[in-house]
């Protein structure tokens, strides 16, 4: 039975079928061989997938970053981060870095933040003289920092399917987030300084760079606000998610920048991103409830157990499956999919939920960027017109610092766990 | 061309509005929720169940918008190495079983809709209005993935001739 669901998963979605399409498939086949089981109550179980107020926080933190991005704080923000970096070797580089990791507060998908930076970044990038390719790898590795920073899409369906805190998931995931923009600055500074890109320029006034941060700061703001009102009680993380979206409108509002086409753009946008996420959620809770009744997540839990008893090896494991499935599936599935399978094997050892959900999310994302397949690279390389080949030439040093960083998190709980058990 | 692709235009047309309108009535409720409750100190009790409900109806409705954006998550390694005309018999086979699929969905989901009965407690209406979503919701996806086949179709015969 595990067998035969198995290959056909992987056979149907190989075809190309959409993932909530085959999940939906495999569970009404089950439904009619099973007598016991009505498909009304499957059908019934399909909508309250979706009755939930904490999964609202998914369409109105989407809606934050669609509207950011058209407000005109990001240029603000891109303002700040170039005069904060032009005396630097690589000056622009780390200005795609350091972009990343300030507006990563409004942006919360890697997929937003990797399609604004090329269409942006990248055209300056490659007039002072970067490789094409270097630079599509850069922006597309620094979109990682964005789902690390509160918020962050795939921190909020990680907790809502394991039942973990999505406020200490938030805030668990800034010092990886910060490490990550860390390791990313160092690399770029080798290698740029090897390649011999962009020389340092004079240092800005004072002045300029305090005036610039002073506009940049409402975006600067925003994780601040998110985190100290989710977890000072003030709201929940869903409600956070509609203070976020006015705090933009009010931007928006004030800079006059963004027509109505723009807005009514986020707005589909928001529904077409929101619908197919939400798809794949009721779909793999309706599947988990049937592969429950096989007992299936037990049975894989046991196998992983079995291999070891280690929690720092169990972790190391769990991440290279995830690693590898990331590489060929979308990592918003894989989340929902196989979190709530490998939540009960952590638990069991003994790992800290907040860790865990961290070092998933981050492992699961870092398939985005990893050829044959992934979303983020996809973005990336459509709009900056570099071939995947270049792209997966110039990613490896990237995907070697990220292998380093995951490791960091595994060996170091702290990293993730210190500010959350504040 | 003509029909096909007007009644593709119209049909997505009316339906993004009608989704992009629930999610602004949801995105103002979960605002509205938060300054009565702050500013006002009177929570408003259905704030939850409403715009739950308006979610259902978001993402059911957004299916076919998804659809019609190519938006759903799936695996497309061997579309890009298929040559051109096996490309499209497996789109076809793919867009033809999936809305078959769909269709059997929105049907349990019509039998589960036909047997609502109970009442949504905060919104005093019964439950039907948010049962009603699934089938609706999935009648019209199919309906968007038969339509994308259709202008498959359709788009090589003009090319041809």
Known sequence: ?422 | MGAIALMERVIGGILTVATVLVTVAMVGLVILAVVMRYVFGAPLIYSYDLSTLLFAWMVFLGLAVAERARAHLAVDVIDMALPGRWRGTLFAVRQVAMAGLSLFIAYIGWQLFSRAGMIMPSLRVSIGWLYAALPIGFALLALFQLLALARLVDGSRSESA
């Not at chain 1, 973005?379 to 030439?393: D, E, H, L």
Request: charged share 10%.
């Open chain 1, 1 to 422: 039975m595990l067998g035969l669901a198995g290959t056909s998963f992987v056979v149907l979605l190989a075809l190309g079928v959409p993932i909530a399409m085959v999940l939906l498939a495999l569970s009404l086949l089950w439904v009619w061989a099973d007598p016991a089981v009505m498909d009304v109550a499957f059908a019934q179980r399909l909508v309250a997938g979706t009755q939930s107020f904490p999964l609202l926080a998914v369409p109105l933190f989407i809606l934050t970053g669609e509207l950011m991005n058209v407000s005109g704080i990001t240029r603000r923000v891109m303002d700040f981060a170039m005069l904060v970096t032009r005396p630097l070797t690589g000056g622009l580089a780390k200005t795609n870095v350091l972009l990343s990791t300030l507006l990563a507060g409004m942006s919360g998908s890697a997929n937003g933040d990797a399609a604004m930076q090329s269409k942006i970044l990248v055209p300056e990038m490659t007039r002072r003289g970067y490789p094409a390719p270097f630079s599509a790898a850069l922006t597309a590795s620094s979109a990682l920092i964005a789902p690390l920073i509160p918020p962050g899409i795939g921190l909020i369906l990680f907790g809502f399917v394991t039942d973990t805190s999505i406020g200490q998931l938030f805030v668990g995931a800034i010092v990886p987030g910060i490490v990550l923009a860390t390791a990313l600055i160092l690399l770029t500074h080798i290698l740029a300084k090897r390649g011999g890109w962009d020389a340092p320029e004079e240092r800005a006034s004072w002045d300029g760079i305090g005036v610039a941060f002073l506009r940049a700061l409402p975006a600067i703001m925003m994780p601040v606000l998110i985190v100290v009102g989710i977890r000072g009680g003030v709201f929940t993380p869903s409600e956070a998610g509609g203070v976020a979206v006015a705090y933009t409108v009010l931007f928006i509002l004030l800079y006059r920048e963004a027509s109505w086409r723009d807005i009514w753009q986020a707005l589909v946008n928001t529904v077409v991103t929101t619908s197919a996420i939400i798809l794949v959620l009721a779909a793999s809770a309706a599947f988990t409830w049937i592969l429950t009744f096989q007992r299936i997540p037990q049975e894989v839990g046991e196998a992983l157990l079995m291999a070891t008893s280690d929690p720092t090896l169990m972790l190391v494991m769990i991440g290279a499956i995830l690693f590898i499935a990331g590489m060929l599936v979308e990592g918003t599935a894989l989340i929902l999919i196989l979190a709530p399978m490998f939540m009960p094997v952590a638990q069991a050892l003994g790992i800290d939920p907040v860790q865990f959900g961290v070092v998933f999310v981050f492992v699961i994302h870092l398939g985005g960027i990893t050829p044959p397949v992934g979303t983020v690279m996809f973005t990336t390389c459509a709009i900056t017109k570099v071939p995947i080949t270049a792209f997966a030439r110039a990613v490896v040093p990237f995907i070697a610092t990220f292998i380093v960083v995951a490791a960091l998190l595994i060996l170091f709980p702290p990293l993730s766990t210190f500010l959350a058990r504040l």
